[in-house]
């Protein structure tokens, strides 16, 4: 069942993904009709999508894990400097 649940959370990630290639894509449209407003909206929609899935990507922690500092690895986003 463990292989079932990660198969669907990475079929989201890729979707959420496939979503903000959308939104580029619609930005390119919106400047090629200069429709100025529209391509504000779609950028900030593409650049908030793929911030999102650059930097929280694989950062999410189920509540079966444990918490950093009871056994489980650091990872870039929650090291201590």
């Known amino acids: ?3 079932l649940k990660a198969a669907c959370l990475r079929l989201i990630e ?3 993904y496939g979503h903000g290639v959308l939104h580029f894509v619609e930005l390119g449209f919106a400047l090629y009709e200069e429709a100025y407003m529209t391509a504000s909206i779609a950028g ?3 650049l908030t999508m793929m911030l999102g899935a650059v930097f929280l990507g694989n950062t999410h922690r189920h509540a ?3 918490k950093v500092g009871e056994g489980a690895p650091l ?3 929650n090291q201590v400097p």
């Open 75 to 77: 990872t870039n986003v």
């Open 1 to 3: 069942m463990s292989w």
């Open 14 to 16: 890729l979707s959420l």
């Open 64 to 66: 079966s894990q444990p």
């Open 44 to 46: 900030f929609g593409a």
